[in-house]
Nanobody
Framework: QVQLVESGGGLVQAGGSLRLSCAAS???????????MGWYRQAPGKQRELVAT???????NYADSVKGRFTMSSDNAKNTVYLQMNSLKPEDTAVYYC???????????WGQGTQVTVSS
């Protein structure tokens, strides 16, 4: 069982920045399972969507809507992943969730979420 705890959300003006953190109760990467970590978000009335992923080797992928603005990183020693969000837009407003994904991309564990609100 892995517990994921997000932090760093809040209210920010458009154009501003926030850094989200996700601390895991255990290792964020299992060298045998080949899992990855991801950030998802869910805006009111919308489906949850994948924002970014990172592998144990540091390879990242981003949704087109956040490319060039968001950066996902990991600190394996601290069992923590981060999401640096720059040039925030009102449409980035959502609850952001950290997730641990299997090698096939299936989410095995979710965090409780952290609210990000971007005012115009």
């Amino acid at each position: 069982q892995v517990q994921l705890v997000e932090s760093g959300g809040g209210l920010v003006q458009a154009g501003g920045s926030l850094r989200l953190s996700c601390a895991a109760s255990g290792s964020i990467f299992n060298i045998f399972s080949g899992n990855s970590m991801g950030w998802y978000r869910q805006a009111p009335g919308k489906q949850r969507e994948l924002v970014a992923t990172i592998t144990r080797g540091g390879s990242t992928n981003y949704a087109d809507s956040v490319k060039g603005r968001f950066t996902m990183s990991s600190d394996n020693a601290k069992n923590t992943v981060y999401l640096q969000m720059n040039s925030l837009k009102p449409e980035d407003t959502a609850v952001y969730y950290c997730a641990r994904l299997s090698a096939t991309g299936r989410v095995g564990f979710w965090g409780q979420g952290t609210q990000v609100t971007v005012s115009s």
